[in-house]
């Protein structure tokens, strides 16, 4: 396989990541596609075009998010979900998201291809805003839906330009986003797929590994108030300049992550009123933090805020552990795959602190990179991952 920077993608069985390459791409050939857009709006029609090709009931729920299903699970009992997310970060890759959703209608054209009858209903789901590059809470969709982020709270949300999370809702002609008991109630299990965030398989030399548990993580927003002034004739023992602050809380994050053996990134900062020729008044910066257990991770966050600021905790997510039986069986399946947990965020880890049972399957990444135009996946790798998923949804509902 050509790289990306080719424009080539891989495409499975007539629902590719090819028809969607060209839907929010960026000069830097990654990907914008951020919740309740144009593009957003795009991608959904996409996924509602493919699932009515194989003659799927598609149902959005109250949170924005869709499922395809094949067979009724209100009349036939909670079904087997699989899929994943489509949106992305700011220039993001090809597959992180979107590989799960169309390894899904793969898999599912494969199972009906070896004339499969499921003996359960079977779900694609695609969930939205997963990533939070918009409004800032990642796995908005699938916390929406399970209550774990209440919709007032989502409503309230805001992006860069100001925009209300319940203002985009509107422009894009949904309803008000909240919970859905009923909709959750429906996912007996899900199965996610997802592109490796790391080189975990890459240097196991294997293709395919099955999730355990994605270790804790959250987002901070730092607050740092200043005064604006002249860059050119303000003495600088008379300025009060909220970047140094902000520098040095970017120095402390990556110190307070090595002493803690946790991870830490300041990737997002807001500088106003953001003029070269002008000292800032306020700059905002945003701390992710992650790492095998929650005191590692707290103890990095406390570290970071003795450097200044106002500090307000925008999301948290502790240890989430997958079903770990389900995961052995999984693991035995596929030939003994290898277990291994994770340090990102899935809906599937949403939907395993709401009571689902859920599994991960990850698909090789040759180099490990992720969140990057250059995130990788081999025509072979996704092969196999179509063929584990298969595996997987013909022993839950075959």
């Known amino acids: 396989m050509t790289g990306l920077q080719q424009g080539h993608i891989p495409a499975m069985r007539g629902s590719g990541l090819d028809d969607l390459a ?25 996924f509602t075009g493919e699932a009515e090709t194989r003659g799927l009931d598609v149902v959005e729920d109250r949170a924005g998010n869709l499922t395809a ?26 597959f992180d998201g979107p ?23 079977l779900g694609v789901a695609c969930f939205g805003d997963e990533e939070g590059a918009r409004f800032g809470v990642a796995c908005a969709g699938s916390r ?3 209550g774990a982020l209440t919709a007032e709270r989502a409503a309230a949300l805001t992006d860069a330009d100001g925009v209300l999370m319940a203002e985009a809702v509107a422009r ?9 008991p009923a909709a959750l109630r429906r996912i007996g299990t899900f199965v996610e797929l997802h592109v490796e965030q790391g080189r ?11 999730g355990t548990a994605i270790h804790p993580h959250g987002r901070w927003r730092f607050d740092l108030a200043g005064r604006a002034d002249h860059a050119g004739t303000t003495r600088l023992a008379d300025r009060d300049d909220p970047m140094l602050t902000f520098a040095h809380i970017v120095l402390a994050a990556r110190v307070a992550a090595e002493r803690h053996g946790a991870v830490a990134t300041c990737g997002k ?17 945003w701390l992710d933090a992650r790492g095998e257990d929650a005191e590692r991770v707290r103890a990095v966050v406390a570290d970071v805020a003795e450097v200044g600021g106002a500090v307000t905790e925008e999301s948290w997510t502790d240890r989430t552990p997958f079903d770990p039986a389900l995961a052995e069986q999984l693991a035995v399946l596929l030939d003994d795959a290898p277990l291994l947990p994770t340090g990102a965020g899935h809906d ?51």
């Open 69 to 94: 299903w094949w067979g009724d699970p209100d009349a036939d009992g909670p079904g087997v979900v699989t899929g994943s997310h489509l949106d992305s970060v700011p220039d993001g890759g090809a």
């Open 200 to 210: 975990a398989l890459a240097d196991l030399g294997r293709a395919v590994a099955v």
């Open 348 to 398: 599937a880890g949403i939907l395993a602190s709401a009571g689902v049972p859920t599994a991960m399957l990850y698909v090789r990444n040759p180099t490990g990179v992720s969140h990057s135009p250059t995130e990788h996946a081999e025509d072979a790798d996704c092969a196999a991952g179509v063929a584990a998923l298969s595996a997987v949804l013909r022993e839950l509902v075959g």
């Open 269 to 285: 900062v807001h500088v106003a009123p953001n003029g070269v020729n002008a000292i800032p008044s306020h700059v905002t910066a």
């Open 172 to 180: 894009a002609g949904h309803a008000p986003l909240g919970p859905d």
């Open 144 to 146: 929406i839906l399970t």
């Open 22 to 46: 060209h839907l929010g791409r960026a000069r830097s050939g990654g990907y914008r596609r951020f919740a309740w857009t144009r593009e957003d709006a795009d991608l959904r029609e996409w």
């Open 99 to 121: 590989l799960g959703v169309v390894s899904a209608f793969a898999a599912l054209d494969a199972l009906r291809a070896d004339g499969l009858r499921p003996t359960r209903p």
